[in-house]
């Protein structure tokens, strides 16, 4: 099975600040990789699929890189509306591993 | 408007039986996998395992074969997770999510849609 680590587990900032989360895959996944914005109560939202293509209607100050083992959301100017728990997953193998999810919050 | 919709919260003792329901309208439902993630209290997502309704081609993540089981009703466009034998352990947020692109080769990729969650509680 393929493993999925994220880092960091929680993140606190500020309105306004750029930020970085990181997905590393234990063995390659090409560009087999989405990302996720999960708010309490509500189902996951897709952010991000095939490493870097954004989802319709999500705003472009999500963006995503990265192939192979090594992959980043980045936020380039943070919003009260994403402060959420965000989850990267891979889709290489027939399996679809989640990491274990980073929580942005208020700083 | 395509969209996924999940059967009700249930409330099980152990070692009941329980089939939870997603049933998908707005598009193909023969033409796309639908998955379900588990979300235990306070945990992350856990990818459980897919199924291709047009020929009920199913996969199961590895840590959960035997232990639930997945399958569809292609003529009422809705696909099922079931139990034979609940444990406390299953108590949990369950998601059906349908991927973004209709491929039968490769699952179809990231998980474009979502349902609203069936909430399952198992307690003596």
């Known amino acids: 099975d393929i493993q999925m680590t994220q880092s960091p587990s929680t993140l606190s900032a500020s309105v306004g600040d750029r930020v970085t989360i990181t997905c590393r895959a234990s063995?390659?996944?090409?560009?087999?990789l989405a990302w996720y914005q999960q708010k309490p109560g509500k189902a996951p939202k897709l952010l991000i699929y095939?490493?870097?293509s954004l989802e319709s209607g999500v705003p472009s100050r999500f963006s995503g890189s990265g192939s192979g083992t090594e992959f980043t959301l980045t936020i380039s100017s943070l919003q009260p509306d994403d402060f959420a728990t965000y989850y990267c997953q891979q889709y290489n193998t027939y399996s679809g591993t989640f990491g274990q999810g980073t929580k942005v919050e208020i700083k | 408007e395509v969209q996924l919709v999940q059967s009700g919260a249930e409330v099980k003792k152990p070692g009941e039986s329980l089939r939870i329901s997603c049933k998908g309208s707005g598009y193909s439902f023969t033409t796309y996998w639908i998955g379900w993630v588990r979300q235990m209290p306070g945990k992350g997502l856990e990818w459980m395992g897919i199924?291709?309704?047009?020929?009920?081609?199913?996969t199961y993540s590895p840590s959960l074969q035997g232990q639930v089981t997945i399958s569809a009703d292609k003529s009422i466009s809705t696909a099922y997770l079931q139990w034979s034998s609940l444990k406390a352990s299953d108590t949990a947020m369950y998601y059906c999510a349908r991927p973004i692109f209709s491929d039968y080769s490769t699952y179809g990729g990231a998980f474009e849609i979502w349902g609203q969650g069936t909430m399952v509680t198992v307690s003596s």
């Open positions: 199924i291709y309704p047009g020929n009920s081609d199913t």
């Open positions: 095939d490493a870097s």
């Open positions: 063995q390659s996944i090409s560009s087999w």
